[in-house]
């Protein structure tokens, strides 16, 4: 049969706002959008009406990025909080578009079902014990009829009943008309907004109720439960997302000048580059590239990766004036790595007061920091570089290299950086791979004034470094300077992880730099 689907993306979502930094239909699941994986169940010849409101450029431009093969009629709700706004009210300001039978979906719902279309009215339930914040459909004993009721708490409902039948924002609607009127006559509020329960009513006499797998990622509680079904522990930086489907690679950044930095910087990958980069305000996005994350390949393909960015990647850059160049290292070293511990520190989480790491001693990271030789550490070579070289953004297929997910700048610079900090990079992630630390095989413990930490090391990762190690003797680069920028980016990134992934990054670094300076000591 013929139907739309109806999404609405209009309200706040207030009750995740711990977790979000923009619109709730954009939590990621893994590396989904919750509202793509709402979409992407329904057939592709489906029309879909959705409305704006809340961050509505935002939500838009992600669409017309991930679901540009799909009919979408946009449609922007003006009142979208305050008295009078609500779930009902938005759609009703849709009911243009929706002359037809229809399906509604908050777009914070997830059902592991397939939806079917609505040739009845059916409205989709769920069992819960809790009642407060759910719209409840309960037959009343005397006449046998389906009632609704609007966050009332238990008793009010039915005093014996442990588990009740909770409305989880998706239904079919085949009589839209008597739907419509029902909305248009009743104008009652519900917590001062305008319900779908209004228009619901109407039809709710031979409807049927539809039970369902149903995630809610509408509450903080609700949405980390849903991340747990589907085994997402992927490592999230505060205000930024990355998106992948339809062939896409996207990501998001609260910061707008961002996308059009990385657009700029990606053509001094070249070959190197994923195809088809492109941006929009917030978003970079690109094709997707197939193959296998060196983390996931041989020797073999390490010695091949490190012999062309050798050659044709990690080129000197010439006529640079090399005063403002140690300037852009001193900054970039120096100063950031000043600026991010201090951040670190006044968060609380950290106490750089313990005199002991696994039994070494250690003193307070800002006595370490001015034990360094700044002036010597910002003797870069200036030459063309990746940002975040490590083996998670470096994709293999057959000698086919792409690199992913590059820094947008080198101390605002992006014609050139410091090969020292790619170099930097890559160790750092040789010794401390993602795949571990999303698997949390690694622990932090402190005791009196002791931190115990480990982690678990992958022997083809420290056989990757051991053979970079000699590339970098064999071609007369400084590898104890490699060690130290190493250690500092530990030190860097700790501040931009939650816990316990950030404290862990600060006694490691903290440890190793302690190590580092120890030995140059003694030379």
């Not at 039915?158 to 739907?179: M, P, T």
């Not at 590059?406 to 040789?430: C, M, N, S």
Request: net charge positive.
């Amino acid at each position: 049969m013929q139907y739309k689907l109806f999404i609405s993306t209009a309200g706040r979502g207030n009750r995740v706002a711990g977790f979000t930094p923009i619109n709730k239909s954009l939590l990621p699941v893994n590396y989904e959008a919750v509202i793509s994986k709402i979409i992407d169940s329904y057939p592709k010849n489906i029309e879909i009406v959705l409305a704006l409101g809340h961050e509505k450029e935002i939500v838009k431009n992600f669409l017309k990025i991930r679901h540009s093969d799909r009919k979408i009629k946009f449609v922007v709700i003006k009142k979208y909080s305050g008295l009078g706004s609500g779930p009902g009210y938005t759609l009703y300001q849709c009911r243009k578009y929706l002359q037809c039978p229809f399906i509604y979906s908050s777009c914070d719902t997830i059902v592991l079902e397939k939806v079917p279309p609505p040739n009845i009215n059916w409205l989709g339930i769920s069992k819960v014990k809790n009642t407060e914040r759910f719209l409840i459909i309960e037959k009343k004993k005397s006449d046998n009829k389906y009632f609704l009721y609007d966050k009332k708490r238990k008793i009010e409902i039915d005093k014996e009943k442990k588990k009740f039948n909770a409305f989880i924002g998706l239904a079919g609607i085949k009589d839209y008309k008597k739907f419509w009127q029902g909305l248009s006559k009743n104008n009652e509020l519900k917590d001062n907004e305008l319900q779908i329960s209004n228009g619901l009513n109407y039809i709710l006499s031979g409807t049927k109720l539809k039970n369902f797998t149903w995630f809610d990622t509408g509450t903080n509680e609700s949405y980390l439960n849903t991340l747990n079904f589907f085994n997402d522990n992927i490592l999230r930086k505060p205000n930024a997302y990355t998106y992948i489907g339809n062939g896409r690679v996207i990501k998001f950044f609260t910061e707008k000048s961002k996308s059009k930095k990385l657009k700029n910087r990606s053509k001094y990958l070249k070959d190197f580059a994923p195809k088809l980069t492109n941006n929009r305000t917030h978003y970079f996005f690109y094709n997707f590239a197939k193959g296998k994350l060196l983390s996931e390949l041989n020797i073999q393909d390490f010695v091949y990766l490190i012999n062309r960015m050798h050659k044709n990647f990690w080129k000197v850059k010439k006529n640079i004036n090399m005063k403002k160049f140690k300037k852009n290292c001193l900054n970039f070293y120096k100063k950031k790595t000043i600026l991010r511990i201090n951040n670190l520190l006044n968060q609380g989480i950290i106490n750089d007061n313990i005199s002991f790491i696994n039994k070494h001693k250690v003193k307070k990271i800002n006595e370490l920091l001015k034990k360094i030789n700044w002036n010597k550490l910002s003797e870069g070579i200036p030459s063309n570089f990746h940002g975040d070289f490590q083996p998670e953004n470096i994709v293999m297929n057959n000698k086919k290299i792409t690199l992913i997910d590059w820094r947008t700048d080198f101390d605002g610079r992006e014609d050139v950086g410091d090969i020292y900090y790619d170099f930097a990079k890559l160790e750092h992630a040789l010794l401390v791979n993602g795949k571990i630390i999303r698997e949390k095989k690694y622990s932090v413990k402190i005791k009196k004034n002791n931190v115990k930490y480990k982690i678990t090391t992958i022997k083809k990762l420290i056989d990757f470094r051991n053979y970079f190690h000699k590339y970098l003797v064999k071609n007369f680069y400084d590898l104890n300077k490699v060690k130290l920028l190493s250690s500092l980016i530990f030190l860097n990134i700790a501040p931009l992880h939650e816990y316990p992934y950030n404290e862990f990054l600060f006694y490691h670094g903290k440890l190793s730099l302690n190590k580092i300076l120890n030995a140059n000591a003694k030379k």
